[in-house]
């Protein structure tokens, strides 16, 4: 009877400490140093899991030790981006798997805190889009990036 709760206790343990682990990787985040069209190198923040591509650069009030931030998606599809919890505008650029830029959204103000319902959507107009980088506004003419722009990494 011993043997078997302690047993239990293990697995437990096992099972809490692999939760655990599970969840502070998805907080950790990987960075990138990305190409600019202009030649620029640049240090991306890259978003890989859910948790990091929900979350963006909302809440944050300046980038500390980085440029932008790369969003690695697991398929090709569809993606539709908003400004909920910005503090600062954005340029959004959607690349597709070969990272070429098919469409950029510039100057994109944050929604104003309160419903988000009322938070405007950015949506892909093409449905092979696998990576988005987001830099502050104005940064794309900076650097150069624009529609058929390759961007490496």
Not at 91 to 108: G, W
Not at 128 to 140: C, H, N, Q, T, V
């Amino acid at each position: 009877m011993k043997r078997i709760f302690l047993i239990s206790v293990l697995i437990l343990i096992g099972f809490v400490l692999f939760f655990l682990n599970v969840n502070y990787q998805s907080n950790e985040y990987d960075f990138v140093t990305v190409e600019s069209p202009s030649g620029d190198e640049l240090n991306f923040k890259k978003a890989v899991t859910r948790d990091q591509i929900v979350k963006g650069l909302s809440h944050v009030e300046e980038m500390s030790g980085y440029d932008g931030m790369l969003f690695v998606l697991e398929n090709p599809q569809r993606v539709s981006f908003w400004m909920n919890d910005m503090l600062f505008p954005l340029d959004i650029a959607y690349l597709d798997e070969n990272k070429v830029v098919r469409e950029i959204h510039s100057n994109l103000n944050p929604c104003e805190q309160g419903d988000v319902s009322f938070c405007q959507k950015y949506p892909s107009q093409n449905s092979d889009i696998k990576y988005a980088i987001e830099l502050p506004a104005g940064s794309f003419d900076n650097y150069q990036i624009k529609i058929n722009s390759i961007i490496k990494w």
